[in-house]
């Protein structure tokens, strides 16, 4: 191997190393700290819970977006703060009560046993859900 060939091995391989020593600071910066990292709170729902929550009032639309349990002790009894917003059940966005009586229909028709719970700010809710007997 001549010299000419023995610098271009060389710089070639101080090349990759810059690649792949610039390509770990990368990963390392954007990866989440433990700390950081997503949480999500579990609560089991009853089916009186969810019954409550299909009531006429039990929630309300948000302007700009999802609707708030009327309700700070049935809000607390699901997992969240009462003036968060929920924005999505089970993935399905929510921004009228409607959309959240259809979503927990469709859960109950579907024998769901869990669900997310998407809110405006603060970790994801996971309802167990109780199992329901009947049709």
């Known amino acids: ?3 000419v060939q023995r610098r271009i ?7 990759a190393l810059g690649v792949a020593a610039a390509t770990a600071i990368v990963v390392l910066v954007r990866s989440p700290a433990p700390d950081r990292a997503p949480q999500i709170v579990q609560v089991d729902v009853t089916a009186d819970l969810l019954a409550r929550v299909t009531r006429f009032g ?13 309700n700070a002790a049935l809000a607390r009894a699901l997992g969240l703060e009462p003036d968060d917003v ?10 009228r009560d409607f959309d959240v009586y259809e979503t927990i229909a469709a859960l109950h ?8 719970v998407d809110r405006s700010r603060g970790p994801v809710v996971h309802w167990r859900l109780a199992p329901h007997s009947g049709p």
């Open 9 to 15: 091995a060389v710089s070639c391989a101080v090349a």
């Open 58 to 70: 039990a929630v309300v639309p948000v302007d700009g977006g999802g609707v708030r349990v009327a």
């Open 109 to 116: 028709d579907d024998g769901a046993t869990a669900t997310f």
């Open 1 to 3: 191997m001549s010299a």
């Open 86 to 95: 929920i924005t999505a059940i089970s993935g399905r966005p929510v921004a």
